[in-house]
T-cell receptor, first 113, second 110 residues
Framework: DAGVTQSPTHLIKTRGQHVTLRCSPI?????VSWYQQVLGQGPQFIFQ???????GRGNFPDRFSARQFPNYSSELNVNALLLGDSALYLC????????????FGPGTRLTVT | RKEVEQDPGPFNVPEGATVAFNCTYS??????FFWYRQDCRKEPKLLMS???SGNEDGRFTAQLNRASQYISLLIRDSKLSDSATYLC???????????FGTGTRLLVSP
């Protein structure tokens, strides 16, 4: 079975631009979470979606938004990019969110110049 | 104070050694606990869940002490392939997110 997939793999953007990252969860999983990992740190929680509804939001500015589609795939959008947004963006899928184990995709490495 | 604290290392050990990682968490209401492994520039991968009774998976043993808010991971007979960063993870009280430590880097040498 396919694991969590994310696209694109790498991305280079300029300050002030907008970016959309995509994630497809493991088949049968209905929850998707997004994390940001800056070099040298552990991943930081951004959003969790379950059954197309936002179930949790981390301490990130409103420039970050996300949504989940009927097929349970998800998009993370970041507006007005800042240099500090450069990071590995990870998507994690789980059966139903909450205490269920989460499985991570390979991530999208975003560089903002 | 960070929600999850780990010694960043690196821990340099020879093959065959036993190594232990420790982690403390600040939220006494945390309910679920995990160790993830992350290779350089790769995604975190679930190594094992951690239960109050302790659990073992081959060469890996995890322990949880709720009273001390302390989690440990013991790796016996270290292999070169064990070289990675080990992330201590707890869930928040609402179970909505994973809270990660900064990770402990392990380097196993021949």
């Amino acid at each position: 079975d396919a694991g969590v997939t994310q696209s694109p793999t790498h991305l280079i953007k300029t300050r002030g631009q907008h970016v959309t990252l995509r994630c497809s969860p493991i088949s049968g999983h209905k929850s998707v979470s997004w994390y940001q990992q800056v070099l040298g740190q552990g991943p930081q929680f951004i959003f969790q979606y379950y059954e197309k509804e936002e179930r949790g939001r981390g301490n990130f500015p409103d420039r970050f938004s996300a949504r989940q589609f009927p097929n349970y795939s998800s998009e993370l959008n970041v507006n007005a990019l800042l240099l500090g947004d450069s990071a590995l963006y990870l998507c994690a899928s789980s059966l139903a969110g909450g205490i269920y184990e989460q499985y991570f995709g390979p991530g999208t490495r975003l560089t903002v110049t | 104070r960070k929600e999850v604290e780990q010694d960043p290392g690196p821990f340099n050990v020879p093959e065959g050694a036993t190594v232990a990682f420790n982690c403390t968490y600040s939220n006494s209401a945390s309910q679920s606990f995990f160790w993830y492994r992350q290779d350089c520039r790769k995604e975190p991968k679930l190594l094992m869940s951690v239960y109050s009774s302790g659990n073992e998976d081959g060469r890996f043993t995890a322990q949880l002490n709720r009273a001390s808010q302390y989690i440990s991971l013991l790796i016996r007979d270290s292999k070169l392939s064990d070289s990675a960063t080990y992330l201590c993870v707890v869930t928040d009280t609402g179970f909505q997110k994973l809270v990660f430590g900064t990770g402990t880097r392990l380097l196993v040498s021949p």
